[in-house]
């Protein structure tokens, strides 16, 4: 079935640039999605790219696509420590998105 | 008010004991879904529902049911509660029609099963 990949820690130091990476298995997925939680909160949208689309720049956050390998990347630039939370990668499966499949999430920890 | 509002926010509730979980949104959305995260795992698909009439299982939906009772309404049932089913609960809606899908997730539930 459908499967979403991601490392499971990443640790930075504040100022440097992080790389979260994801793999899918989809390869008809329409969007593929980055979320972001806070300890003890939901889920925040951050940004999403449409499938036939390399890259996407949203201000700090740049969203790469390799379709041909399935990978997905969020690169967060000068990572604050705001930035700590858990990511998560997903892809929208079945025809017109008939559902989100998650990766198990990142836990980004910026350090001072 | 928030577009898709769960409640309750937290439960406590004992082993064996039947539980119901409440979704409503504001969005006019007809796809629904339930999800289920836990530490480690990601968020995992339990059921989800594209109108009133259609209800189809997910990744995990053993142990769990659901009632679409209006297309603003849609509750995630627990039968006879066991430990292994605390967890954080999502309710998210999408509409197929939007960019991005326009998925639209509640704030969660927190369910202790003791």
């Known amino acids: 079935g459908e499967d979403v990949e991601q490392s499971l820690f990443l640790s930075v130091r504040e100022g440097d640039s992080s790389v979260i990476n994801c793999t899918y298995t989809d390869s008809s997925s329409t969007y593929l999605y980055w979320y972001k939680q806070e300890p003890g909160a939901g889920l925040q949208l951050l940004t999403y790219?449409?499938?036939?689309?390399d890259m996407k720049q949203d201000q700090r956050l740049t969203v790469l696509l390799n379709k041909k390998d399935k990978h997905l990347s969020l690169r967060i630039a000068d990572t604050q420590t705001g930035d700590s939370a858990i990511y998560f990668c997903?892809?929208?499966?079945?025809?017109?998105?008939?559902?989100?499949?998650f990766g198990k999430g990142t836990t980004l920890s910026v350090s001072s | 008010d928030a577009d898709v509002t769960q409640t309750p926010r937290n439960r406590i509730t004992k082993t064996g004991k039947r539980i119901m979980l409440e979704c409503s949104q504001t969005k006019g959305h007809d796809r629904m879904y339930w999800y289920r995260q836990d530490p480690g795992l990601g968020l995992r698909l339990i059921y989800y529902s594209f109108d009133v009439k259609d209800i189809n299982k997910g990744e995990i939906s053993d142990g769990y049911s659901v009632s679409r009772q209006a297309q603003a309404k849609f509750s995630l049932s627990l039968e006879s509660a066991i430990p292994n089913q605390t967890a954080l609960y999502f309710c998210a809606t999408s509409d197929p029609s939007t960019l991005d899908y326009g998925y639209t997730f509640g704030s969660g539930t927190r369910l202790t099963v003791v």
């Open positions: 997903a892809e929208s499966i079945g025809q017109a998105g008939t559902a989100l499949i």
């Open positions: 790219i449409f499938s036939n689309m």
